[in-house]
């Protein structure tokens, strides 16, 4: 499923290990905080120049992993020789970086008020989160900070999930979403519209949506577990303040207090609202208006292209050929975040039905 990094300022010696295992858990353990997260379909992530983790002297002094791990058929002796790989430097960066969590990252809705939450409702579900008070946090005589990463996490039942930061007259400043979300794709996203980063001001605020699809008769809780569901945002800055609880802005479902998020539930809708449909899904071309078109002109020049790449392959060669001059036709068209809608593009575009090849 993933991999969470905690950073403290701790020493920790061997036999410590099973004494403090559980705090990988808790951001505010110690004087810790989580410092990186990574799903399958991430790449490394790289800080901005001039920016790091301080480590040693007034540093952090010890890492601690907590690697969350998928067998859902219990498959009995499976190894695994996995990490982390960090690279560092003697010098002294100019800028510490932070990390703040929007919306439930410790999963308080598992199991809610008396399992008022146990199960997610059967259909299309949008869970948002409010979070007013983090900004408000930052040291005395800072007015802004740089966000560098907005890095989106749901898991299986995930359909979209939408960021918004609004100012303190409530006004929405800027948005960044994922319009078709696939965790089996890429667990953790971070929208292209984030780009070279943007400013967060002080008495800015997070609103976090993610939506939902279950079917009848399925039960999915909220949880860790890859068969369940999380919604988290990890928004990555520079430089970090002295944020409460670590950066954590969870919900807190007894009252709301200075650290946590508020938490609505909506049951009824029909649809993931999802803001790119055009009319070219009526011809047949993204019959499923999944793909992130923002014009009818914009679809039928990517569909021309797409028609003139060929038939079904019957290779894998011909079919990485095949999805190279896909690939071609969005780019000749300034469209799009392609990769976020590969299986899309592979079943709607390619005509295949969602078979068994494999890419490289």
């Not at 040693?56 to 992993?65: A, C, E, Q, R, V």
Request: aromatic share 10%; charged share 20%; glycine share 12%.
């Amino acid at each position: 499923h993933g991999t969470e990094q905690t950073a403290n300022d701790f020493h920790l010696p061997s036999e410590s290990y099973r004494q403090v295992g559980t705090r990988c858990l808790q951001s505010g353990a110690g004087d810790g905080a989580k410092v990186y997260a990574w799903t399958p379909g991430n790449e490394a992530l790289v800080f901005p120049a001039d920016t790091g983790l301080r480590v040693l002297g007034d540093g952090f002094h010890s890492i601690m992993i907590d690697t969350h791990y998928d067998n859902p058929s219990l498959t009995a002796g499976l190894l695994d020789s996995s990490g982390i790989r960090l690279w560092y430097s003697t010098e002294l960066q100019a800028h510490d970086i932070g990390v703040m969590q929007i919306g439930d990252p410790q999963v308080a809705l598992r199991g809610a008020q008396g399992g008022m939450f146990a199960a997610l409702p059967a259909g299309i579900s949008k869970f948002s989160f409010s979070c007013t008070r983090m900004t408000q946090g930052f040291a005395e005589g800072v007015s802004e900070v740089n966000v560098f990463a907005s890095l989106l996490h749901m898991h299986d039942k995930g359909q979209r999930m939408v960021s918004r930061v609004l100012n303190s007259d409530g006004e929405v400043v800027r948005t960044d979403q994922v319009q078709v979300y696939d965790f089996y794709q890429n667990g953790m996203i971070d929208p292209i519209s984030v780009g070279g980063g943007f400013k967060l001001r002080r008495g800015d605020w997070f609103e976090i949506d993610c939506y939902y699809s279950l079917g009848e008769g399925e039960a999915v809780v909220f949880g860790q577990g890859s068969q369940e569901e999380m919604c988290i945002s990890y928004v990555y800055y520079f430089p970090a303040q002295p944020l409460p609880n670590s950066g954590d802005c969870d919900v807190d479902l007894d009252a709301y207090s200075e650290t946590g998020a508020l938490f609505h539930l909506s049951e009824t809708l029909t649809d993931y609202e999802r803001v790119f449909a055009t009319s070219c899904k009526n011809t047949g071309f993204d019959a499923t208006g999944k793909l992130p078109f923002e014009s009818d002109s914009e679809c039928t020049g990517v569909s021309a292209c797409v028609a003139a790449q060929g038939s079904q392959p019957t290779t894998c060669t011909e079919l990485d050929n095949m999805l190279a001059g896909i690939n071609g036709c969005f780019e000749s068209n300034g469209c799009c975040d392609r990769w976020q809608y590969a299986v899309e593009i592979w079943q709607e575009l390619a005509g295949l039905g969602g078979g068994d090849y494999t890419p490289t």
